[in-house]
């Protein structure tokens, strides 16, 4: 596990924008976290850090959202989902099959349903109002690898 603390919103999107570069072409990253705690201001930093030029809201509302950069970018939320049986709706298999990256906001929910290959980051609220404390774990073959360099990436934003 890897541990990293931002101080703004701006240095979470940073952290965000960095494990963007580590990202492949059908890879999963799995964001949980309390209401407010900072899954999308993360995920705005993880979609500058692809060239996605759009502006990044929640997709609470509308479960997928899709936009392109130098990887398409598949902006997921699980929050409103009912039951499991539900992760079916996000079809997330064929959107990565078409090269793209899925972020996935309470991504926690659908963990179970997945093979366990996914960037899993962990999002607690800090003692100040803008600190946040990230947890991140490698899941899988697919991450194994990239363990070193996720943690060389959140070097950045030490405990």
């Known amino acids: 596990m890897i541990t990293a603390v931002t101080k703004s919103a701006e240095d979470t999107r940073g952290l965000g924008e960095a494990l963007s570069r580590l990202v ?8 949980s976290g309390d209401l407010g705690a900072g899954k999308t201001t993360l995920a705005q930093g993880f979609a500058r850090g692809l060239g996605v030029t759009d502006q990044i809201v929640s997709p609470t509302f509308v479960l997928v959202r899709l936009y392109r950069g130098r990887l398409p970018l598949i902006h997921a939320d699980a929050y409103r989902m009912d039951n499991l049986d539900e992760v079916t709706d996000f079809d997330l298999p064929e959107l990565l099959d078409e090269g793209g990256v899925a972020l996935v906001e309470w991504g926690d929910v659908i963990a179970p349903t997945l093979p366990a ?18 947890t991140i774990r490698t899941v899988g073959p697919r991450w194994a690898p990239r363990a070193a360099a996720v943690g060389a990436a959140m070097e950045r934003w030490p405990l």
Request: glycine share 8%; aromatic share 8%.
């Open 117 to 134: 290959d996914y960037l899993d980051v962990a999002i607690e609220l800090g003692e100040a109002d803008d600190d946040r404390r990230f």
């Open 24 to 31: 492949k072409p059908g890879d999963i990253v799995l964001l």
